[in-house]
């Protein structure tokens, strides 16, 4: 259990003594220091007045490790968003961050994504990939950066880089997102979803490119899902004219021609 250490950590991040705290739950400073420590188990009542002061479960309180989250984790739980609330399953990343302790964008080239897909977990892998950061992007959410690879959802060319931020609860993804998706199997997908998890326990996966037919993915192939923010790329995205267009845009090339002409003509 990590009751003890949790306390802690959340009384000290509110910037409260143990006397305040005390004095806010109505119990002696002693008692409270006990459970700090580790040498008294809280009761019934007690675990209920954390939980109700620090706006978080019980579950959360004893079974998740809180020094393990990241700020931006931290933060949202502070913010009210609790996953044994939900119902949803916490979901801890690895992560790196810079020597000012802000969190880094790991880059994931094409060339490293079979990597990824074993060390998504790893820590040592994580220190590997390469990383950057962007001014303009929340410091208090998480980013990630992919290659994606192949013609599926075109205009996104072959090999653009796709930023998402990571997505802690996936009942929150809207029909119509775009995410890239690691998967059990397939590894690396970039698709526009069709969240069906609540009803099914399943998302549907959609191709720009409708070459590609729609798929479906079970929740337990799933190990991560990043919300797309932006891409980068070298090329410009083809757009298709067709026979049509390129006619009316003769013909109204013709009359402004034509108009001109007159104007000319009667002066």
């Given at each position: 259990?990590?009751?003890?250490?949790?306390?802690?950590?959340?009384?000290?991040?509110?910037?409260?003594?143990?006397?305040?705290?005390?004095?806010?739950?109505n119990?002696?400073?002693?008692?409270?220091?006990?459970?700090?420590n580790?040498?008294?188990?809280?009761?019934?009542?007690?675990?209920?007045?954390?939980?109700?002061?620090?706006?978080?479960?019980?579950?959360?309180?004893?079974?998740?490790?809180?020094?393990?989250?990241?700020?931006?984790?931290?933060?949202?739980?502070?913010?009210?968003?609790?996953?044994?609330?939900?119902?949803?399953?916490?979901?801890?990343?690895?992560?790196?961050?810079?020597?000012?302790n802000?969190?880094?964008i790991?880059?994931?080239?094409?060339?490293?994504?079979?990597?990824?897909?074993?060390?998504?977990?790893?820590?040592?892998?994580?220190?590997?990939?390469?990383?950057?950061?962007?001014?303009?992007?929340?410091?208090?959410?998480?980013?990630?950066?992919?290659?994606i690879?192949?013609?599926?959802?075109?205009?996104?060319?072959?090999?653009?880089?796709?930023?998402?931020?990571?997505?802690?609860?996936?009942?929150?993804?809207?029909?119509?997102?775009?995410?890239?998706?690691?998967?059990?199997?397939?590894?690396?997908?970039?698709?526009?979803?069709?969240?069906?998890?609540?009803?099914?326990?399943?998302?549907?996966?959609?191709?720009?490119?409708?070459?590609?037919?729609?798929?479906?993915?079970?929740?337990?192939?799933?190990?991560?899902?990043?919300?797309?923010?932006?891409?980068?790329?070298?090329?410009?995205?083809?757009?298709?004219?067709?026979?049509?267009?390129?006619?009316?845009?003769?013909?109204?090339?013709?009359?402004?021609?034509?108009?001109?002409?007159?104007?000319?003509?009667?002066?």
């Amino acid at each position: 259990m990590y009751f003890n250490t949790n306390i802690k950590l959340m009384r000290k991040r509110r910037g409260r003594t143990q006397d305040e705290v005390a004095f806010t739950l109505n119990m002696k400073r002693p008692t409270l220091s006990g459970y700090e420590n580790g040498v008294a188990q809280p009761g019934i009542q007690q675990l209920i007045a954390y939980s109700e002061y620090f706006g978080i479960s019980i579950d959360t309180l004893i079974k998740i490790d809180l020094s393990k989250l990241r700020e931006s984790e931290l933060r949202q739980l502070e913010s009210g968003f609790d996953v044994f609330v939900k119902g949803s399953k916490l979901r801890i990343l690895t992560t790196t961050v810079d020597s000012a302790n802000n969190e880094n964008i790991e880059l994931v080239p094409e060339k490293a994504k079979a990597g990824y897909t074993r060390g998504f977990a790893d820590p040592e892998f994580m220190r590997e990939l390469p990383v950057f950061q962007l001014p303009f992007l929340s410091h208090e959410r998480k980013y990630r950066t992919f290659q994606i690879s192949g013609d599926s959802m075109m205009p996104i060319p072959d090999s653009a880089w796709v930023t998402g931020e990571f997505v802690q609860d996936w009942n929150t993804i809207k029909n119509g997102e775009a995410c890239v998706i690691l998967t059990l199997d397939e590894g690396i997908v970039f698709k526009i979803v069709e969240n069906r998890i609540e009803k099914e326990g399943k998302i549907g996966l959609i191709s720009l490119n409708h070459n590609y037919k729609p798929y479906e993915l079970a929740v337990d192939e799933i190990r991560e899902i990043w919300r797309f923010i932006h891409y980068i790329s070298e090329e410009l995205p083809s757009g298709e004219v067709s026979s049509s267009d390129i006619a009316n845009t003769l013909n109204q090339l013709k009359q402004d021609v034509a108009l001109i002409k007159d104007k000319i003509i009667t002066t």
